[in-house]
């Protein structure tokens, strides 16, 4: 069985962003244009140093290029990453200076929030660019927060998977959630309505108190959660859960959450076959938000994003069999499958 294949990595283009009175240091990376603008969030962080930014920001938008050709959307792959300054600065002031970089790009890069920004920075960055999403939605429109987008999506490639592996219903299943955040609280939700037995796990006791309220979630310390009986497993807080620990512990046989990145390493692919653990990818489930974003970019409605986001069931569906059939990871028939759609332009949204 062939676990993982190599990245097809097209040459990556780097904006180095600096300008010393708004506070603003960082980089914008470009991965891909092929599909069309190269689209992903401004992340901003704290890091030791310009090196550890960069190799952040070329992650992070090879990432998005396959993230947004497996949605089927109109744009290729970037990433902005801006280092949190040390001492006290002017925020309005630094995402000013953003935006003023990201009109010099004339639209090949298309940004939003990520990990530290907010829709009041996006606000910021308005200011001086219109290649800019993740602002306050109008009634109707897309737009706003992408959580319970992501969440559908999640939940729909959770159905595809459970159809695809045994035919069984939710509602006679365990599913335990690590992570209830904006995406996990949303993803119990649908699965409680769907009559699905909940496991969560946080490192906020509150936000698992609640899910057992709500809907008589059965709460575990974050380090048993793998362990716990359950047959779907549901990353949905940080990346690099799925390490050789945590895999030879877990109990499900299917795996599909929202959290990016989920794999500790490429060769953890090949251990979840071994283990006989269906693997979602994440990026297949997750793409959600990324589907909402992008309508807010072309002023489509909310209409348009529900059509796209459940489409991510019949596409894991499609990832799933061919992965059986070819004896392959999903993870390889999802990047290959993303690689051939990055060459293809489009010139309208699936
Ligand atoms: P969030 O910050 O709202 O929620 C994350 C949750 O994880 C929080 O409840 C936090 O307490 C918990 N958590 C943090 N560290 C933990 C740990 N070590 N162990 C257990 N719990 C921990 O984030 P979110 O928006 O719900 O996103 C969740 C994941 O999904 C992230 O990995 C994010 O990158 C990914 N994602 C989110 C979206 C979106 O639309 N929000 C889209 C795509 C991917």
């Not at 990376?29 to 952040?56: K, L, N, Q, V």
């Not at 310390?221 to 990353?235: C, M, R």
């Not at 499900?252 to 251990?271: H, I, K, P, T």
């Amino acid at each position: 069985m062939v676990a993982r294949a190599s990245r097809m990595t097209p040459p990556m283009e780097y904006v180095r962003l600096f300008d010393e009175a708004a506070g603003l240091d960082g980089v914008i990376a470009i991965h891909s244009t092929a599909r069309g603008p190269a689209a992903g969030g401004c992340r901003f962080w704290t890091y030791p140093d310009e090196s550890a930014a960069m190799s952040d920001a070329v992650r992070l938008a090879e990432g998005m290029s396959y993230k947004n050709a497996m949605a089927e959307l109109p744009f290729g792959g970037g990433k902005a990453v801006l280092r949190r300054p040390a001492g006290a600065f002017d925020r309005a002031a630094l995402f000013e200076a953003f935006g003023e970089a990201v009109e010099r790009l004339e639209g090949r890069y298309v940004t939003a929030e990520d990990v530290g920004t907010s829709v009041a920075d996006m606000e910021a960055v308005a200011r001086h660019t219109s290649h800019v999403a993740g602002r306050t939605a109008l009634p109707g429109r897309a737009g706003g927060d992408p959580s319970p987008w992501t969440a559908l999506g999640v939940f729909e490639a959770i159905r595809a998977a459970v159809a695809f592996q045994s035919g069984s219903a939710l509602s006679s299943m365990t599913v335990s959630v690590l992570g209830i955040g904006n995406v996990g609280a949303h993803l119990c939700d649908m699965l409680a309505e769907a009559g699905a037995e909940l496991v969560v796990a946080d490192i906020d006791p509150a936000r698992c108190a609640r899910m057992a309220e709500r809907h008589g979630a059965r709460v575990v310390a974050v380090h048993e959660i793998a362990a716990t009986p359950a047959d779907i497993f549901a990353p949905c807080a940080l990346g690099g859960v799925l390490d050789a620990a945590t895999i030879g512990a877990l109990s499900a046989r299917l795996v599909c959450g929202a959290a990016n990145n989920q794999l500790a390493s490429e060769d953890m692919a090949g251990l979840l076959l071994e283990r006989g653990v269906t693997y979602v990818p994440d990026y297949v489930a997750n793409a959600g938000g990324i589907i909402n974003v992008a309508a807010e970019y072309l002023d489509e409605s909310a209409d348009d994003v529900h059509q796209r986001v459940v489409k991510i069931g019949p596409r894991v569906a499609a990832v799933l069999d061919e992965a059986a059939r070819e004896k392959l990871a999903p993870s390889v028939v999802a990047d290959r499958t993303a690689e051939r759609l990055m060459q293809e332009p489009v010139s309208e949204p699936a």
